[in-house]
């Protein structure tokens, strides 16, 4: 996954949308002048912090918010923030210091970090930047309306609070995130992400995010299924599920007890000791009318089992693209890095999605110059990239992160230079990887889902094949939304270019299993 930088979207309040379903500024938060108050949240990170940014917009316009696209306009700035690597904190400080000024000209301004910095540095950060008003951790950003109006509920009484009572902190990890998006509007258009889980329980040396995310929580199959039905409803078609290891889904879930075999037809779940599994809640999933795709972020090699593989094969709405990060080329570095698999076990479970799902496309993510990494190790990882054919690489230095077990106990002995140049020959071997695997598609009949209109040049359509691969092509806007059988053209490293075949496909995705997929 990569680390991108997002920002909050204009949108008129609930209020202004829809007269009757709507919460109207709540007392208390109107401005003098009767205006909504205006929100811009500014997300870093991964795909798990955009969707909670998502949720924090959703809340905020209940308690009769707006948000706004411009940050000098907005009387509540949140920071939705991302640890994972020193740099990502390192550019979430600059952001906030460029506040200090505006906040000095509007002290009735309210600054607040959210997310896995907020999580892992917590208070620290008021001594750091003095102008923060807001601190809340990862299970606790759903409280952040009500932390604003306490807030200005206190700045409006000065003699009673004092300047250290001006500041909320909330980053207790005990709860649930509550997700009520009943009365929501989505904005989003025809794609979304759906967190499935909340947390990791592995404890990979070098990860930050155990300690900033927390244990694991699986959501319900049923609460899932719901929210999906509302995106649907909301003109969703494409759902991105999210976890941090997102197909060991259900294993935090108590067994089912024992008890009467199942009547005939009513649901065996697939996962350990009768458990809900990821491969469960993909195919309740598949069942949702007018879901047309179905995504997933980010997969972990030790829960890849065979009801997974089956359940991709079977579900037709799935992508046959899965992120299986492997990290690196060495058994001696994943042991240090505590993966939990070797490369022959990453190689058996990738057999397994194989043998069940022959076109299936993979994806990983690469760190360099971890503790130790020798040039052996370094040139293991180069060639287990190529081997495996990994069709989309993402791949980072190592950075140390403060309270994990490899800045513990080993050294961060690679030199920079090293790592950079470490990083520049993967890069090299990613990009001719990645282009002979595209490669394969040319000339090839394939469907792909149309998801938008190129914002550099209208006439260009912006979709995706049933891999999961980037596709481009020429064709009216009323494509959007519907899946084409396009012929590949043109293929670089990173995607490729395609002519329309035979016109839009008339039928669903989801209903064209038996379809033959132009010879892939
Ligand atoms: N340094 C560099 N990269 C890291 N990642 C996670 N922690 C670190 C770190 N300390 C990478 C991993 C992970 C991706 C999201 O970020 O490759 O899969
Ligand atoms: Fe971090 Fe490992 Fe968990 Fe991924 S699986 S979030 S790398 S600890």
Same mark, same amino acid.
Not at 288 to 291: K, P
């Given at each position: 996954m990569s680390t991108t930088r997002h920002q909050s979207r204009a949108l008129p309040a609930l209020g202004e949308i829809a007269p009757d379903a709507v919460s109207r500024p709540a007392p208390g938060v109107a401005d003098q002048d009767g205006a909504a108050p205006k929100l811009h949240v500014v997300t870093f990170g991964c795909q798990m912090n955009k969707y909670d940014s998502e949720l924090v917009e959703g809340r905020f316009r209940k308690s009769g918010y707006v948000t706004t696209d411009r940050l000098e306009d907005a009387d509540v700035i949140l920071f939705n923030t991302c640890s994972v690597r020193d740099h990502a904190e390192e550019r979430t400080w600059s952001w906030v210091g460029e506040l200090k000024q505006a906040k000095r000209e509007r002290p009735d301004l309210v600054v607040g970090i959210m997310g896995c910095m907020a999580q892992r540095v917590e208070e620290e950060i008021f001594k750091r930047a003095g102008h923060v008003d807001l601190v809340a951790g990862t299970r606790q950003f759903h409280l952040l309306p009500a932390m604003v109006e306490e807030l200005k509920a206190r700045r409006a009484e000065p003699d009673r609070f004092r300047a250290k009572d001006l500041r909320l902190l909330a980053t207790d990890m005990a709860e649930d995130v509550p997700v009520d998006r009943s009365g929501e509007e989505y904005t989003g258009g025809l794609h979304a992400h759906l967190a499935v889980m909340r947390g990791c329980d592995l404890s990979c040396t070098y990860c930050v995010v155990p300690t900033t995310r927390g244990r694991v929580r699986s959501r319900p199959i049923e609460e899932l299924v719901a929210e999906a039905r509302w995106y649907v409803s909301q003109g969703v078609q494409v759902l991105t599920l999210l976890g941090?290891? #997102?197909?060991?889904?259900?294993?935090?879930?108590?067994?089912?007890? #024992? &008890?009467?075999?199942?009547?005939?037809g009513a649901a065996r779940w697939? &996962?350990?000791?009768g458990r809900p599994s990821l491969a469960d809640l993909l195919r309740a999933l598949q069942e #949702? *009318?007018?879901?047309v795709r179905i995504r997933l972020i980010t997969l972990h090699p030790s829960y890849v089992t065979r009801a997974l593989a089956e359940a991709i094969r079977d579900c *037709?709405? #799935?992508?046959?693209?899965l992120p299986l990060?492997?990290?690196? &080329?060495?058994d001696d570095v994943l042991r240090r890095m505590k993966r939990g698999y070797t490369l022959d076990l990453y190689r058996e479970r990738v057999g397994l999605l194989r043998e069940v799902v022959p076109d299936i496309e993979l994806g990983s993510d690469w760190i360099v110059g971890f503790c130790g990494e020798t040039d052996a190790d370094f040139e293991g990882s180069l060639a287990f990239l190529e081997e495996q054919g990994f069709v989309l690489n993402y791949i980072f230095k190592y950075s140390p992160r403060p309270n994990t077990r490899a800045a513990e106990?080993?050294?961060?002995?690679?030199a920079e230079d090293t790592k950079k140049a470490r990083h520049k020959r993967l890069l090299e071997v990613a990009e001719r990887t990645q282009r002979a695997r595209l490669q394969r598609y040319r000339g090839r009949e394939l469907r792909a889902f149309i998801e938008s209109v190129s914002e550099r040049d209208g006439r260009i359509l912006l979709g995706r094949t049933h891999h999961g691969l980037p596709v481009s092509l020429q064709g009216p806007a009323e494509l959007v939304g519907t899946t084409v059988h396009l012929r590949v053209e043109e293929t670089t490293a990173y995607g490729m270019a395609a002519t329309l075949a035979r016109g839009p496909a008339r039928i669903g995705l989801h209903s064209a299993a038996s379809e033959a997929l132009g010879g892939q």
């Open positions: 941090q290891t #997102v197909n060991s889904y259900g294993e935090d879930f108590p067994a089912p007890q #024992v &008890g009467p075999a199942p009547e005939a697939t &996962g350990r000791q #949702v *009318d007018g879901l *037709d709405k #799935v992508d046959r693209f990060p492997a990290q690196a &080329g060495s106990r080993y050294e961060d002995d690679v």
